[in-house]
């Protein structure tokens, strides 16, 4: 059974541009998360998809968005980088039942280093 | 809102000894999951051990065990027979079992060591 795929791993964007990062999650994982990781901060939430719809959101500006398709595959946009996004972006699926009792299981990652 | 603490940012163990890693978090709820993760240098999140908060029994896998001190709100990850390729750094993490909205609160991570 493939894992959770995450391209690309490793990007290096200038400020002000934007940058899209993709998720496969396992087969038959209809959920998909977007951690954000950093030294400082650690594990933050960004978003979760279920079924193409955002089903919850962390506490991220505007210029972070998301989307999931119906293969259950997801993306994440950030718009107009700062350099305090670099960071390593982490995708989770999980397969979510009425009473989500089961985990996540992780990509490796995208290392986003904006300069 | 749920927060988890992990207290001990580095711990060193011997190779072949006992280890325990300290979690605690702050609920209000009585229905939820616990969890450790591991992410070694490769960077991929690993699942180590689950805990269902309705279960009074300790989750055990392998050389990896909990003890989960429900009304402590503790969860403490106990590693046996440590090898060199245990060394990671340590995620506790928490999850409501209670509605659809819930997103997975994590410590900020134990990083630990295994001596040869």
């Known amino acids: 059974k493939a894992g959770v795929t995450q391209t690309p791993r490793y990007l290096i964007k200038t400020r002000g541009q934007q940058v899209t990062l993709s998720c496969s999650p396992i087969s038959g994982h209809r959920s998909v998360s977007w951690y954000q990781q950093t030294p400082g901060q650690g594990l933050q939430f960004l978003f979760e998809?279920?079924?193409?719809?955002?089903?919850n959101k962390g506490n991220f500006p505007g210029r972070f968005s998301g989307r999931q398709f119906s293969n259950s595959r997801s993306e994440m946009n950030v718009s107009t980088l700062e350099l305090g996004d670099s960071a390593l972006y982490l995708c989770?699926?999980?397969?979510?039942?009425?009473?989500?009792?089961?985990?996540?299981?992780f990509g490796s990652g995208t290392r986003l280093t904006v300069v | 809102a749920q927060t988890v603490t992990q207290s001990q940012p580095e711990m060193s163990v011997q190779e072949a000894e006992t280890v325990t890693l300290s979690c605690t978090y702050d609920?209000?709820?009585?229905?939820?999951?616990l969890f450790w993760y591991k992410q070694p240098p490769s960077r991929q999140m690993i699942l180590v051990i689950r805990q269902e908060a309705y279960k009074q029994q300790n989750a055990t896998e392998n050389r990896f065990s909990v003890n989960f001190q429900k009304a402590a709100k503790s969860f403490s990850l106990k590693i046996s027979d440590s090898q060199l390729g245990d060394a990671a750094m340590y995620f506790c993490?928490?999850?409501?079992?209670?509605?659809?909205?819930?997103?997975?609160?994590f410590g900020a991570g134990t990083r630990l060591t295994v001596k040869p």
């Open positions: 989770a699926s999980s397969f979510r039942t009425g009473r989500l009792n089961y985990g996540y299981t």
């Open positions: 609920t209000s709820e009585s229905d939820y999951y």
């Open positions: 993490a928490y999850r409501s079992a209670m509605g659809e909205n819930n997103d997975m609160r």
């Open positions: 998809y279920f079924s193409e719809t955002q089903r």
